[in-house]
């Protein structure tokens, strides 16, 4: 089992930045890729970005390409999302993900335990 619990969001004005985080506990951190999904009121939960165990490869949806960055230090079992330029459609419920898979996808199917979710409102 692993427990993942995001912090960090918050109401911002478009063009601020975030911070996310998540920490980890349970299982070893480093055995999992770690991805970060967003669901919007009405929409589907839809994938942002992605990194391996390593850290050494990451994965962004094109819309966050530019202005957003996963990292993770697998020292402090914690993944962030650092978000810059920030528009009001990024407002959602942000969730931190793992997943055992060597690969991390863009696929919530492919990760087997998530956080309760940190809220990211964006005012224009």
């Known amino acids: 089992q692993v427990q993942l619990v995001e912090s960090g969001g918050g109401l911002v004005q478009a063009g601020g930045s975030l911070r996310l985080s998540c920490a980890a506990s349970?299982?070893?951190?480093?055995?999992?890729?770690m991805g970060w999904f967003r669901q919007a009121p009405g929409k589907e939960r839809e994938f942002v970005a992605s990194?391996?165990?390593?850290?050494?490869?990451?994965y962004y949806t094109e819309s966050v390409k530019g202005r957003f960055t996963i990292s993770r230090d697998n020292t402090k079992n914690t993944v962030y999302l650092q978000m810059d330029s920030l528009k009001p459609e990024d407002t959602a419920v942000y969730y931190c993900?793992?997943?055992?898979?060597?690969?991390?996808?863009?696929?919530?199917?492919?990760?087997?335990?998530w956080g309760q979710g940190t809220q990211v409102t964006v005012s224009s």
């Open positions: 990194i391996t165990r390593s850290g050494a490869n990451t």
């Open positions: 993900a793992a997943g055992s898979n060597t690969a991390p996808g863009s696929s919530a199917v492919e990760y087997n335990y």
């Open positions: 349970g299982r070893t951190f480093s055995g999992y890729a």
